[in-house]
């Protein structure tokens, strides 16, 4: 028997079309953003001659924190007659830092500098690169499964440890606070006093200490800070009962962000001291903190510095942040990147120096870094 023939209908036929539509779209646009960057990139080094070309990937492009860093890395490439490119600008935002890798390995380029995560697409990425004798560099964030030639960044434990010293400083000056109101208002009444001591943290509860942690950034680098905090605190807390959290904070863009820090402010338990762990986190929280009125409840530890971050420590609404040498940390990646060009390794990391900026010396940095004694 004669099996009977299938009829294929225009609409049968329609997905299949309109996939082919697709992969012929994405594979046309692909080769014209490399056109364009090649392009752009011939345009701005016209008349000049470099030995290599680098480029840097960034998650986000708007910080100060990520401007200061390849500013940094651009003045060190400029002293080895290098270029260093950033695909942080208007062509490139609507890329992910996967898909941006993608684009700076079919280019061909001497070297990527790529803020990583442990995710296995980018450990396949780097890898690729590797195998195309594209060193790559991980810059913040790290990809300790991968090929990648080094990583420069911070010491997440000594991080850790300063964030930890800060917190007691924090619980120290709150408890000095309690003994002395209860020496103004000893004559009050007990209902009084109850009340103050759940205001300043007194015995009648734990001191509650939340880090906010990134959903999508490098958890490993994450937990060591965590436990450079925790150690320091169980260390020198003394009686002291202190609570350390976790709070994870969406940061698929800065809308995401900002709700995910103002949910913590909705919630019945709101900490007596945040830590932030970059500089948007930073930002939203001080925002946060104003909004929901909790200036001197609600205690600061942000990172990096803006002039949002140093006004808002000169009015005492956050507490101290950490400054992170960036300029350093992206003459580190040029460095690592030459030096594996010229002798096949490097170090495998780079630190980059830290510093604290509180209410004894926000001054300096709002002044531009004049010592105090030149008003």
């Not at 605190?233 to 350390?244: A, K, M, N, P, S």
């Not at 962000?257 to 709101?270: L, N």
């Not at 929901?292 to 507490?319: E, F, M, P, Q, W």
């Amino acid at each position: 028997m004669q099996a009977p023939k299938r009829k294929f209908s225009g609409l049968t036929l329609l997905p299949v079309f309109l996939s082919v539509i697709c992969v012929v779209f994405t594979v046309v646009m692909a080769v014209y953003v490399l056109w364009f960057y090649q392009g752009s990139y011939q345009e701005e080094t016209a008349g000049e001659t470099y030995d290599r070309y680098y480029i840097m990937i960034t998650q986000d492009d708007k910080s100060s924190f990520w401007q200061s860093v390849y500013q940094g890395a651009c003045e060190r490439a400029l002293q080895e007659n290098v270029y260093v490119d950033w695909l942080g600008n208007d062509q490139f935002q609507d890329y992910s830092v996967e898909e941006q890798m993608e684009i700076a390995i079919a280019s061909g380029v001497d070297g990527i500098i790529v803020t990583a995560d442990e995710s296995d697409e980018m450990t396949a990425l780097i890898d690729r690169a590797a195998a195309q004798d594209i060193p790559v560099v991980t810059l913040y964030g790290d990809n300790t499964h991968s090929a990648r030639c080094s990583f420069v960044g911070v010491g997440s434990y000594n991080l850790g440890r300063e964030y930890g010293r800060q917190t007691l400083e924090i619980v120290r000056e709150r408890l000095a606070e309690t003994t002395e109101k209860r020496l103004i208002i000893g004559h009050a009444d007990a209902s009084m006093m109850e009340t103050e001591e759940v205001e300043v943290g007194s015995e009648a509860r734990p001191i509650r200490v939340t880090l906010l942690v990134n959903s999508y950034a490098n958890s490993l680098d994450q937990n060591i800070i965590y436990s450079g905090i925790q150690e320091a605190i169980e260390q020198d807390r003394g009686e002291t009962v202190i609570e350390l959290s976790l709070q994870s904070v969406d940061d698929t863009n800065a809308f995401s962000v900002e709700e995910s820090v103002r949910d913590i402010f909705m919630e019945g338990s709101i900490p007596d001291i945040l830590i932030c762990l970059n500089e948007l986190n930073t930002t939203c929280a001080y925002q946060a903190v104003v909004d929901y009125n909790k200036v001197g409840t609600v205690s600061i530890l942000g990172h990096y510095i803006s002039d949002t971050i140093l006004n808002a420590i000169d009015r005492n609404v956050i507490y101290a942040t950490v400054d992170i040498d960036t300029p350093q940390m992206g003459g580190f990646c040029i460095d690592a990147l030459q030096e594996y060009h010229d002798l096949g390794y490097t170090s495998q990391y780079f630190t980059a120096d830290i510093s604290l900026i509180s209410k004894e010396n926000v001054g300096e940095y709002l002044r531009g870094g004049e010592p105090d004694g030149n008003e």
